[in-house]
């Protein structure tokens, strides 16, 4: 029973670089989103999804770029690395049209940006 | 919008002591609140959730949550701290009518000796 999967677990980029952190989850939950942590910052809600095909931005969104082709994977594109991207990225999952579900969680990416 | 507030970025206790973490929720609907656990280089895992059915809320590892609307809290409690409970602790609230979460910043607990 994988839940959601998160690759890689540790990153290391140079700035300016492009790079793509996998989500896959195989609860066939609707909803996806991606989250970012920060030191004293709590988590952050980078971009979300309700669907196949439908995307929408959350409260961090600028720097990266997410597409959601199928039920099981939700991939967060940074396009130009920068220092400030530097963070903990965490993918969610949770069913739709119950409110009271949780949301489940990946392991998480490590993400340093040089 | 929906919003929790936790108060105390890092928080003592001694093993064998009441553990107690704060949050405040701010809704205009009858929220849907939850508190996650995070332990060192884990993802986050559910502890418990509020939906309504009642105001005390059991959830595993002996933590325990009350919802008390006049004071629109949702705090967090354990009679006996354990070494194990040494962890961050978040406090998030769902959207209205989303799934949307929005966390708090979350409390770090350590557990002395």
């Known amino acids: 029973n994988a839940g959601v999967t998160q690759t890689p677990k540790f990153q290391v980029l140079k700035t300016g670089q492009s790079m793509t952190l996998q989500c896959a989850q195989d609860m066939n939950h609707e909803y996806m989103s991606w989250y970012r942590q920060d030191p004293g910052m709590g988590l952050r809600l980078i971009h979300y999804?309700?669907?196949?095909?439908?995307?929408d931005q959350g409260e961090v969104p600028n720097g990266y770029n997410v597409s959601r082709s199928t039920t099981e994977d939700f991939p967060l594109r940074l396009l130009s690395a920068a220092p400030s991207q530097t963070s903990v990225y965490f993918c969610?999952?949770?069913?739709?049209?119950?409110?009271?579900?949780?949301?489940?969680f990946g392991q998480g990416t490590r993400l340093t940006v040089v | 919008a929906q919003s929790v507030t936790q108060l105390g970025s890092h928080v003592s206790v001694s093993e064998g002591a009441l553990v107690l973490l704060r949050c405040n929720y701010s809704?205009?609907?009858?929220?849907?609140l939850f508190w996650y656990v995070q332990y060192p280089n884990q993802g986050l895992q559910l502890l418990l959730k509020y939906t309504s059915a009642a105001t005390l809320v059991k959830g595993i590892n002996g933590f325990e949550a009350e919802f008390k609307k006049s004071e629109t809290s949702f705090h967090l409690t354990k009679p006996s701290a354990h070494m194990s409970d040494a962890a961050e602790y978040f406090c998030a609230v769902r959207g209205e009518g989303n799934n949307r979460l929005a966390f708090g910043k979350g409390n770090q607990v350590v557990v002395i000796p």
């Open positions: 809704s205009s609907v009858p929220p849907y």
């Open positions: 969610a999952s949770s069913s739709v049209g119950r409110l009271n579900t949780e949301a489940f």
């Open positions: 999804s309700v669907g196949a095909g439908i995307t």
